[in-house]
């Protein structure tokens, strides 16, 4: 059975010359083979910055890219590699939700899929996204080579889910693997829906490596004819038997 393939950009240092000009030419590239992909969107850094990502995220849609958001759950605005702190109370999820939603927002773009820095799931995340509105959450991980176990935040599954919340729902979506798993082993593996499917990640500052431009050369190649952004399977991988329905 054909499956299909989403490629999911993790964006948290657009703001970055260098590493803007690397999404961009990269985005062209999608766009050129008649694809797209899906670029979740770390708004923070930006705005701590003093860097105003509208014309980016303008660029990023107008060469049909699907812009979804990407949150961390840090204490406070120290989000530096040596200074961050996890908060992961409900108050700071709700916070930190609804702050970068709305500077997603204000840079000209409305987000109604979502991903979780360090795969952070709990009961809140879940519930916040549903009150958002939000369709559809990728936070949750395909289980695979004994990475099942760990963080008691983290979650897998094997095949979309819905979560029901009164009158609003989320679909949750696993992730698969990052573009370098991929090439070792994650082309083997899917998640189970109404159709198999693959969402395939990679950060924005990722491309700032050769290999990794070499790497996502090669698996455009392949999966060209294939390529969906993440919203696209939820018409297609989320109905019928096999998507499993929480309250």
């Known amino acids: 059975m054909r499956r299909l393939v989403a490629l999911a950009f993790h964006a948290e240092r657009l703001h970055e010359a260098t590493t803007w000009a690397q999404m961009a030419r990269v985005v062209r590239r999608i766009d050129h083979c008649g694809a797209g992909a899906t670029v979740f969107i770390y708004p923070l850094p930006a705005h701590l910055a003093g860097c105003d990502l509208t014309e980016r995220v303008r660029t990023l849609a107008a060469l049909g890219q699907e812009i979804g958001q990407h949150t961390h759950f840090y204490a ?3 989000i530096g590699k040596a200074e961050k702190a996890d908060d992961f109370s409900d108050q700071n999820v709700q916070h930190c939700i609804e702050r970068d939603l709305r500077l997603i ?76 798993e991929w090439f070792r082993w994650g082309w ?13 990640y990679l950060h924005d500052y990722d491309l700032n490596r050769r290999r990794i431009r070499w790497l996502l050369a090669a698996f455009l190649r392949l999966n060209h004819n294939r390529l969906v952004r993440v919203g696209a399977l939820l018409g297609r991988v989320a109905t019928g038997g096999n998507a499993g329905r929480t309250r």
Request: charged share 25%; hydrophobic share 35%; aromatic share 8%.
């Open 188 to 200: 083997r593996i899917s998640a189970e829906g109404a159709e198999r499917f693959q969402i395939v």
């Open 76 to 78: 406070g605005t120290r």
């Open 105 to 180: 927002e204000q840079a000209g773009a409305r987000s109604h899929g979502f991903i979780s820095g360090g795969w952070v799931v709990t009961p809140k995340v879940v519930d916040t996204l549903a009150d958002l509105g939000f369709s559809y959450d990728c936070s949750a991980r395909l289980p695979t080579r004994g990475r099942h176990a760990g963080s008691v935040f983290h979650e897998w599954l094997t095949a979309p889910r819905v979560d029901e919340r009164g009158a609003r729902h989320l679909i949750r979506l696993p992730t698969t693997c990052s573009l370098g």
